[in-house]
C-alpha cells in the first residue's frame, strides 16, 4: 500500500507519482509499438487505423467531422489533416452534411474498410500481445473498473452536435442497438 503523508495533498515525492509515471510511459511505448507496426505493415499510423475504425463503426459508415475528432481524441486542425490523409489514400470520401450546411461528414470508402480489415489483423494480434496477455483476468478486471473511475472524475464530455448523422436524421443508431456493418 502506498501511503503520504496528507491524503489529498499530492507533494512532488509522494510515491503515488510513480503509478502516474508508469502509466504514461506504458501508454506512450504502446502506442508507439502499435503505430510502427501498423506503419511498416500496412502504411498507416494508429490514428488513421482508428480513424478508419470509428468510420467502420458508425451507421452508413460515415460521421460529422467533429464527432470524429472527438472520437479520435484529435482536434478538429488535427482530424482535418489526419482526413486530408486518408482521402488522398482513397479511404475515405468528404461530404457536405445534408441537414447542416456548414458541416462535414467523413465517409469510409469500399477501399478504406478493406485497408481497415487488413489492417485489423496487425492491430488486434498487437493488443493482444503488449497489452492483454501479459495481464491476468484479474488485472484486466482492476484496471477496467480504474479505468472507468478515471473517466468518471474527468468528466463526461458531450460529444458535438450530430445533427447529420443518421441517427439524428431519424434513424436507428449502433447505440440503439444495431449491428454495425
Known amino acids: 500500500?502506498?501511503?503520504?503523508?496528507?491524503?489529498?495533498?499530492?507533494?512532488?515525492?509522494?510515491?503515488?507519482?510513480?503509478?502516474w509515471r508508469s502509466f504514461l510511459t506504458?501508454?506512450?511505448?504502446?502506442?508507439?509499438?502499435?503505430?510502427d507496426?501498423?506503419?511498416?505493415?500496412?502504411?498507416?499510423?494508429l490514428?488513421?487505423?482508428?480513424?478508419?475504425?470509428?468510420?467502420?463503426?458508425a451507421p452508413e459508415r460515415r460521421l460529422r467531422m467533429s464527432r470524429l475528432a472527438a472520437r479520435v481524441l484529435?482536434?478538429?486542425?488535427g482530424v482535418t489533416r489526419l482526413i486530408d490523409r486518408l482521402e488522398r489514400d482513397g479511404f475515405v470520401e468528404r461530404t457536405q452534411c445534408s441537414h447542416d450546411a456548414r458541416g462535414a461528414e467523413a465517409v469510409l470508402t469500399?477501399?478504406?474498410?478493406?485497408?481497415?480489415?487488413?489492417?485489423a489483423t496487425t492491430h488486434l494480434a498487437g493488443v493482444e500481445r503488449y497489452f492483454l496477455a501479459p495481464l491476468g483476468a484479474a488485472e484486466l478486471s482492476a484496471l477496467e473498473r480504474s479505468m472507468i473511475t478515471v473517466l468518471r472524475a474527468v468528466g463526461d464530455l458531450a460529444e458535438p452536435d450530430a445533427a447529420c448523422e443518421?441517427?439524428?436524421?431519424?434513424?436507428?443508431s449502433e447505440r440503439a442497438g444495431t449491428q454495425s456493418p
Open 37 to 45: 507496426e501498423l506503419r511498416s505493415e500496412h502504411d498507416l499510423s
Open 110 to 119: 469500399a477501399a478504406g474498410l478493406a485497408r481497415l480489415r487488413v489492417a
Open 47 to 57: 490514428p488513421e487505423y482508428d480513424a478508419l475504425l470509428q468510420l467502420a463503426r
Open 166 to 172: 443518421p441517427a439524428a436524421r431519424g434513424q436507428t
Open 74 to 77: 484529435l482536434s478538429k486542425s
Open 1 to 19: 500500500m502506498i501511503e503520504t503523508e496528507a491524503p489529498g495533498k499530492l507533494r512532488p515525492d509522494d510515491a503515488r507519482l510513480e503509478i
Open 26 to 35: 506504458a501508454h506512450a511505448r504502446l502506442f508507439r509499438r502499435l503505430d
